[in-house]
């Protein structure tokens, strides 16, 4: 029975192997928009200095299930603009984290 049990337990050990315990985080270093669930984490500062593509807003998280990560890094505008600036805009509002992340000089951190 002893034998028995521990080629069991050996089996399972090894399925396990085989079995990837969490999918991959997605490194971010630029503005963007997030538009698939996952997690993400930023890998240096970001610098926001001017309008890209129109938008006023850094990071637009569009998707739910969303863990982002700053792993002590921020997001940051550097300049003065004549309209409100955001730094993140979160258009989904169902199980979005955000952690270890430092925001400023924008109007609105995290809308």
């Known amino acids: 029975m002893l034998k028995k049990s521990f ?6 050990l090894s399925i396990l192997l085989f079995i990837p315990l969490s999918f991959a985080a997605t490194p971010i270093s630029t503005c963007q928009t997030i538009d698939t669930p996952g997690e993400y984490y930023l890998t240096r500062d970001i610098i926001f200095s001017e309008l890209s593509g129109g938008s006023p807003v850094c990071l637009h998280i569009t998707s739910a299930n969303v863990y982002l990560d700053g792993r002590g890094y921020g997001i940051n505008m550097s300049a003065t603009n004549s309209y409100p600036t955001e730094a993140i805009y979160i258009a989904s509002d169902r199980n979005i984290t955000i952690a270890n992340l430092n925001i400023s000089n924008f109007d609105y951190g995290i809308i």
């Open 7 to 12: 080629i069991l337990l050996v089996f399972l």
